[in-house]
């Protein structure tokens, strides 16, 4: 099919944590972006690009940076775009762009981001001194940037996902059965086949194979940053990456001579969003928003789980990899490898553009045998946006056309529940908690959220000291009771536990 759209430039790139003059985020955008142009062996293919999307920056922004790289690159695009926070937004992006070629609304598209974070720290710290174009806030930010919590969630310190995601990690945990220690050494064990993925993989950040017992285990060097989760097990954002693909229709690849031996198609593609607010959604530990994002983009393809070869399963936390594994429908003793990165923590989490370097990794294993059928998953926020990609040396099935899925993201959202109760009262038992920790390890606060009697959801901290805390990370937590109340003085609630040795 001519107007069907294949990725044919790829790149990725890891700056040398030694480097003595790092280039900035824009510079490593400059540098993947040509490399991918490069790789398609096509020179006129930077003279069609008529679209260019650039991931939200963490770390130093720039005031036009898709403007800014395009006057780089020579290219002179109908529509560059900065976009909104968001790791689902590469996949989001490329399933977006297969529409719009499919559609004629656009020839060539280039997609790209980066972050240089360590190598700003390591200017703070005094290390080394940077001679980089200043930083400024964007003029404009393309498309929705809607904050990922409420006022309550903000009120209880819940921005952070290091302690957002232990929420649907102690709720998975409870659901699963399995003991604290029984559970930890089950994260340990998910993320040493990452750990081992990153150590074999050139662009990984962390080239160091961990085992289940070191990553799961606290120590000084992987101290517990929000229970249950030690430093291994959150995404590495201190990193210099970056990485570019670009797209074009098969009719357009083949017109300026690109070999299909380079075209990988997007087959097929869902994005969902679950309930928006996390204490709004009925279970801490589902995403029907990943279930059905995954079914629609298999149905696109005419293919079914068993199908694909290659996975990249979003893992910036083990309760992110571990529930979108359960709603894809992976069975635990499955023996394919669920990355090809190495994951968030050990691969590196560049920001927003962690899931580009995913896809830049699978254009290069499809090249390598077309027969392999590839799936990648991305989140953004808390669990919340949801982008499912499917990746073929074949074309889909169906084509892409401008679907509409609101149906299903209507039915989605109106599960959602009311909003928690400020000023709660009474017993309420505990469906998650975080407790979170501070530079040296000790335990500092605990975060609850829970039920009432009357079936109302409230978020509460707990009453305790560090000694309860330790005592409390040691034992399932997760339906337990505790009397809860409103504290004027702090303008939350306090539940207090009967925690004994």
């Known amino acids: 099919m001519s107007s069907s759209p294949v990725i044919v430039g790829a790149a990725q790139f890891t700056q040398h ?12 955008m400059e540098k993947t972006s040509s490399d991918a142009l490069s790789d398609s062996g096509a020179l006129t293919l930077k003279d069609i690009i008529d679209c260019v999307y650039v991931m939200n920056l963490f770390q130093w922004s720039y005031r036009d940076a898709p403007g800014m790289l395009s006057e780089r690159l020579g290219i002179k695009p109908k529509q560059a775009s900065y976009l909104p926070i968001g790791g689902n937004t590469p996949q989001m992006i490329v399933n977006r762009t297969a529409r719009d070629l499919a559609a004629g609304r656009c020839r ?36 929705e940037n809607k904050s990922g919590v409420d006022k309550i969630e903000e009120l209880y310190d819940l921005f952070f996902p290091s302690l957002m995601y232990p929420l649907f990690e102690t709720s998975l945990r409870a659901s699963s059965g399995r003991s604290p220690d029984e559970h930890r050494m089950h994260m340990g064990k998910s993320f040493e086949h990452l ?19 070191i990553i799961a285990t606290p120590s000084p060097d992987n101290r ?23 797209m074009t229709t098969a009719e357009s690849a083949r017109l300026i001579g690109i070999s299909e031996d380079k075209w990988v198609y997007p087959a097929g593609g869902g994005d969902f969003n679950d309930v928006w ?14 279930r059905h994002a995954a079914r629609i983009a298999l149905q696109q393809a005419g293919l079914t789980i068993d199908d694909i070869n290659i996975f990249d399963i979003y893992s910036c936390f083990p309760s992110a990899f571990e529930i979108a594994r359960k709603e894809i429908g992976i069975p635990d003793n499955d023996p394919r490898e669920l990355s090809v990165t190495g994951g968030l923590p050990f691969f590196g989490g560049p920001g927003n553009n962690y899931v580009t370097h995913a896809i830049a990794t699978v254009v290069d294993l499809i090249r390598k045998d077309p027969s392999r059928k590839a799936m990648v998953t991305a989140n953004g926020w808390y669990l919340t946006k949801h982008a499912i990609g499917i990746y073929a040396g074949t074309p ?45 390890g000790n335990p500092l606060l605990g975060t609850v959220v829970g039920r009432l009697k009357n079936g109302s959801r409230a978020l509460a901290v707990m009453d305790a000291d560090p000694d309860e805390l330790l005592q409390m990370e040691k034992i399932e937590w997760v339906g337990n009771e505790g009397e809860v109340r409103y504290d004027e003085a702090v303008g939350k609630n306090m539940v207090r536990f009967n925690v004994t040795d």
């Open 17 to 28: 944590k030694k480097t003595e003059r790092p280039l900035d985020p824009l510079s490593l």
């Open 108 to 143: 060539a598209v280039l997609i790209t981001g980066a972050e240089a974070i360590y190598s700003l720290r390591r200017a703070m710290k005094g290390d080394l001194v940077l001679d980089w174009p200043k930083s400024m806030p964007p003029d404009r930010i393309d498309g």
């Open 195 to 213: 750990s081992r993925i990153a150590s074999q993989n050139p662009f990984a950040w962390s080239r160091e194979a961990l085992s289940a017992e």
């Open 224 to 246: 517990y940053i929000g229970y249950p989760y030690t430093k291994y097990m959150n995404a590495n954002v201190d990193v210099d990456q970056s990485a570019a693909v670009i």
């Open 277 to 290: 607010y996390v204490t709004r959604r009925p279970c801490l530990h589902q995403s029907p928003a990943i």
């Open 396 to 440: 889909p099935r169906h084509p892409w056309t401008d679907r509409d899925d609101s149906l299903t993201q209507h039915a989605i959202d109106a599960e959602a529940l009311p909003l928690p109760v400020e000023k709660a009262s009474g017993s309420l038992a505990v469906e998650a908690y975080v407790i979170r920790h501070d530079n040296a």
